[in-house]
């Protein structure tokens, strides 16, 4: 079982960065791929980021290249989200989520997840 907790959300203005962190329980978090996804009021859950178990790499989506980094430090059981450039259309609620490494179902979809977090808001005002 893993227990996630995101933090680091909040009101920024256009063009500025957060750092989001989602901390996890549990001895064996390496082992875990980890995922960001995002959810703006109406609309349906987005993939952002993903970082693969301890040495694995990392996904992102085409859009967001460049602008956002995906990180872990596993001495902290800790998986960061480092946006830059933020744009008001980013405006939504940010969710980590997480599945056994070995898992091979596609890493982009909300469905391939076994555990999530309870989401921190990122409003981004223009």
């Known amino acids: 079982q893993v227990q996630l907790v995101e933090s680091g959300g909040g009101l920024v203005q256009a063009g500025g960065s957060l750092r989001l962190s989602c901390a996890a329980s549990?001895?064996?978090?390496?082992?875990?791929?980890v995922g960001w996804f995002r959810q703006a009021p109406g609309k349906e859950r987005e993939f952002v980021a993903a970082?693969?178990?301890?040495?694995?790499?990392?996904d992102y989506v085409d859009s967001l290249k460049g602008r956002f980094t995906i990180s872990r430090d596993n001495a902290k059981n800790t998986v960061y989200l480092q946006m830059n450039t933020l744009k008001p259309e980013e405006t939504a609620v940010y969710y980590c989520?997480?599945?056994?490494?070995?898992?091979?179902?596609?890493?982009?979809?909300?469905?391939?997840?076994?555990?999530w977090g309870q989401g921190t808001q990122v409003t981004v005002s223009s």
């Open positions: 970082i693969r178990r301890s040495g694995g790499g990392t």
């Open positions: 549990g001895r064996t978090f390496s082992s875990y791929a």
């Open positions: 989520a997480a599945r056994p490494g070995y898992s091979i179902a596609p890493i982009n979809r909300h469905t391939s997840y076994d555990y």
